[in-house]
């Protein structure tokens, strides 16, 4: 069982940053393909970034590209995203999760934990 929680979010003026952290309990956070998606309101929930389990390997939605980081630290079982130029797109709730396969890194349904979310308002 993995708990995740995240923080980070706020109110930010476009080309803006934010720093977003997810910390996850347990003793096996390294196993774990750590994903960050975001949903804002009425649409579905996307994929933003993933981190391999030991942080060698990173992907980002084309849309992110450029302005997003995603990072992980494992001696503190805490993913970070990083976020600059924030645009008002940017907008919703941005949730991290955990599961095992790389493969399946950007699709929501194969993830098997997530946190309760945090919101990010950024405004024109």
């Known amino acids: 069982q993995v708990h995740l929680v995240e923080s980070g979010g706020g109110l930010v003026q476009a080309g803006g940053s934010l720093r977003l952290s997810c910390v996850a309990s347990?003793?096996?956070?390294?196993?774990?393909?750590m994903g960050w998606f975001r949903q804002a309101p009425g649409k579905e929930r996307e994929f933003v970034a993933a981190?391999?389990?030991?942080?060698?390997?990173?992907d980002r939605a084309d849309s992110v590209k450029g302005r997003f980081t995603i990072s992980r630290d494992n001696s503190k079982n805490t993913v970070y995203l990083q976020m600059y130029s924030l645009k008002p797109e940017d907008t919703g709730v941005y949730y991290c999760?955990?599961?095992?396969?790389?493969?399946?890194?950007?699709?929501?349904?194969?993830?098997?934990?997530w946190g309760q979310g945090t919101q990010v308002t950024v405004s024109s």
């Open positions: 999760g955990a599961q095992s396969r790389w493969v399946e890194r950007s699709d929501e349904h194969e993830y098997d934990y």
């Open positions: 981190i391999s389990g030991s942080g060698s390997t990173t």
């Open positions: 347990g003793r096996t956070f390294s196993r774990y393909v």
